[in-house]
């Protein structure tokens, strides 16, 4: 790790500009060169040939699951290296490679880190989710979500109307490929594991568990709420006759029914720290 490409989310909320410089000092400390930045969503994300050109051997990924999402899948067919920093709400890319969360500690750490590993992922009609992907009508929620980290409480309050009567006012979506998850449910969470899918479906009917679940959807992990029931799966798909709102790392596609969901494993390309000495 030597020559870097720093790509961050300022609007993330958790990447401010006082921390990306405090981070662009830990490089310059270091003599590690940086050769370029992106500022995401407001500038496009790096071409892999223009950072072959300019030699650069890693991309430093400062930011929340979406902005990473989105530039693992721009430069998926690059050569190069990635540094996941801890720039987001779970940050769990970050935690399962590096353990700390403390991002300058971490680029320390890396500036020598010699291991370097695959990462499980999500893959469905050609795009990933390397921390999860989420179908069915509790979609609806992340345009509340949305609003919360952007302070803007008309839109939370018009969006989470909107969001309560589509989870909670319709039939719910069914998933084939998983003998043990045969009902409807509100939301179905597939996490990718290393030659598996861990699947986890929710079922709140109950006052307590419906409340549950909104809080959790809005402050963090969801599937922390109650009401949800768990298996591993090779593959699976939606069903019925519509299109299905999925979910891959936070970003919003639309899936036919039928569309195979199935597991994947990427090249050793991701820095991992842990048990490195600093």
């Known amino acids: 790790m030597e020559r870097l490409w720093f790509i961050t989310n300022p609007g993330s909320g958790s990447t401010t500009r006082a921390k990306c410089d405090a981070l662009e000092a830990i490089f310059e400390a270091r003599g590690l060169t940086l050769i370029g930045r992106t500022e995401f969503p407001a500038e496009a994300m790096p071409k892999g040939a223009s950072l072959t050109r300019e030699d650069v051997d890693t991309v430093v990924l400062f ?5 990473i999402n989105a530039a693992l899948s721009a430069l998926k067919d690059w050569e190069g290296t990635f540094l996941i920093l801890p720039g987001g709400t779970m940050n769990l890319l970050a935690r399962s490679l590096h353990g700390t969360l403390d991002p300058q500690a971490i680029v320390q750490a890396a500036h020598h ?19 999860g992907l989420i179908m069915g009508p509790a979609t609806a929620w992340f345009r509340a979500r949305e609003a919360v980290r952007k302070g803007a409480l008309k839109r939370l309050f018009q969006a989470a109307h909107v969001a309560w009567n589509r989870t909670f006012g319709g039939s ?6 998983v003998p043990t998850l045969g009902g409807r449910y509100q939301a179905v969470f597939v996490r990718p594991e290393e030659g598996a899918l861990h699947v986890a479906a929710v079922d709140a009917r109950d006052w307590s568990a419906i409340v549950q679940l909104g ?17 591993l799966a090779g593959e699976l798909a939606p069903r019925g006759k519509k ?10 596609v639309s899936l036919v029914p039928g569309t195979a969901i199935r597991a994947g494993l990427s090249r050793k390309a991701f820095i991992a720290t842990c048990g490195e000495s600093r």
């Open 215 to 231: 809080w959790e959807w809005l402050t963090g992990d969801w599937v922390a709420a109650q009401a949800v029931s768990e298996s």
């Open 63 to 67: 930011a929340g699951d979406g902005t």
């Open 243 to 252: 299109p299905v709102l999925a979910l891959f790392d936070g970003e919003p």
């Open 172 to 177: 719910g979506i069914r998933i084939s490929g």
């Open 113 to 131: 880190a010699t291991r370097k590993i695959a990462l499980p992922y999500v893959e469905a009609a050609g795009h990933r989710a390397f921390v």
